[in-house]
């Protein structure tokens, strides 16, 4: 089995939230993201949280606020676990001017909420949006744990929601 530590970052001012466009070689087409990626060795979480904004925005984090969820999400085909923690960026500095060294990123902006919402839908599996489309509607508290298992072609089935208070949700 491999395990994969993701980091994804949500910053938000006052004109909306800030995604990024990607395409990664096997996808159809290019899809909206928030900003993050895989950990490298020995990376902690805030250090690879930091890196993958800067390559994937320009901006600088400079501080971190709360947890907004975990997501994990188990490949029966790839033997693998994916494991994203999504953190909140509440202070940072420089423009947004994407330096992508795997050229993954097509363009890095703020979009309002109510068009991250749309955008976050072209996302290639329901585990990329669902988490954080929960949190921003107010469905889903600070700290929710999203537990997902992929069933092969695109179909990822949510085996369970942890809630900040401590609730199972089964589904």
Not at 154 to 160: P, T
Request: a negative charge; one cysteine or more; charged letters at 20%.
């Amino acid at each position: 089995m491999k395990f994969y530590q993701i980091v994804a970052a949500l910053i938000a001012d006052t004109t909306g939230i800030c995604l990024v466009q990607q395409q990664g070689p096997g996808d159809a087409a290019p899809s909206w993201a928030l900003p993050g990626g895989v950990m490298e060795e020995g990376e902690m979480i805030p250090e690879a949280l930091a890196r993958e904004v800067r390559e994937e925005t320009g901006l600088k984090v400079e501080s971190l606020g709360r947890l907004i969820s975990i997501v994990q999400h188990h490949s029966p085909s790839e033997n693998a676990i994916y494991t994203t923690h999504i953190l909140q960026v509440v202070k940072w500095s420089g423009q947004l001017r994407p330096e992508d060294p795997d050229s993954l990123i097509l363009r890095a902006e703020f979009a309002s909420l109510r068009d991250t919402l749309a955008r976050l839908q072209t996302a290639p599996s329901r585990t990329m949006w669902e988490p954080i489309t929960g949190y921003l509607r107010g469905e889903a508290p600070p700290g929710t744990v999203w537990c997902y298992r992929s069933e092969g072609e695109g179909n990822d089935r949510l085996v369970a929601r942890i809630d900040g208070r401590g609730l199972i949700l089964p589904l």
